[in-house]
Antibody, heavy 119, light 110 residues
Framework: EVQLVESGGRLVRPGESLRLSCAAS????????MSWVRQAPGKGLEWVSS????????YSADSLKGRFAISRDNAKNSLYLQINTLRAEDTAVYYC????????????WGQGTLVTVSS | QSALTQPASVSGSPGQSITISCTGT?????????VSWYQQHPGKAPKLMIY???NRPSGVSDRFSGSKSGNTASLTISGLQAEDEADYYC??????????FGGGTKLTVL
């Protein structure tokens, strides 16, 4: 059974940094691209970033480039999202999802981890 | 890049059919057959309903179907059921190798 479990979300102050993790199991992690999607409270889904199976190719939303960095460790079956200089508008549930390339869709999602940015 | 355009809400009675549109540009929806649709119930993670415009994953009811014409993709739900009440999102691959979601549509089953 495919499982994706996010962690690392918490209350942080504006300007701080945070690293989110996503632990994958039930499939060969190193064979699949992965992505992060976020959802602010009461708002719609927003694609954040995607990474290829090897980690060689990374893509991010233009509005988030520079502060967000996606990475992965295939030996640990883990996906990461580094978020720097956090802002109030980054408050959201962050989902990791398995990303089917080159068809470009998300077939499995985690339950999400909540990041709250507030002073 | 602005979100794909979806109606904020649609509604229908049990047994009826509804269609949710998702309008983009030739750089996303119109340029690729990489449109997928997701259902999200309150407090839950999104669930894949349609991929590559019109393909249905195993386990998804055949009451759900997808199509595309020009820059607009559509999700149709036939034989509406109470459990179909949820938010629905489309997403497309873009010419910049990025992805863009629609703003989401709240489906109400009357």
């Amino acid at each position: 059974e495919v499982q994706l479990v996010e962690s690392g979300g918490r209350l942080v102050r504006p300007g701080e940094s945070l690293r989110l993790s996503c632990a994958a199991s039930g499939f060969t992690f190193s064979h699949h691209a992965m992505s992060w999607v976020r959802q602010a409270p009461g708002k719609g889904l927003e694609w954040v970033s995607s990474i290829s199976s090897s980690g060689s190719f990374k893509y991010s939303a233009d509005s988030l480039k520079g502060r967000f960095a996606i990475s992965r460790d295939n030996a640990k079956n883990s996906l990461y999202l580094q978020i720097n200089t956090l802002r109030a508008e980054d408050t959201a549930v962050y989902y990791c999802a398995r990303d089917l390339w080159p068809q470009y869709y998300f077939d499995y999602w985690g339950q999400g981890t909540l990041v709250t940015v507030s002073s | 890049q602005s979100a794909l355009t979806q109606p904020a809400s649609v509604s229908g009675s049990p047994g009826q059919s509804i269609t949710i549109s998702c309008t983009g540009t030739s750089s996303d929806v119109g340029g690729y057959n990489y449109v997928s649709w997701y259902q999200q119930h309150p407090g839950k993670a999104p669930k894949l309903m349609i991929y590559e415009v019109s393909n249905r994953p195993s386990g998804v009811s055949d009451r759900f179907s997808g199509s595309k014409s020009g820059n607009t993709a559509s999700l149709t739900i036939s034989g509406l059921q109470a459990e179909d009440e949820a938010d629905y999102y489309c997403i497309s691959y873009t010419s910049s190798s990025t992805r863009i979601f629609g703003g989401g549509t709240k489906l109400t089953v009357l």
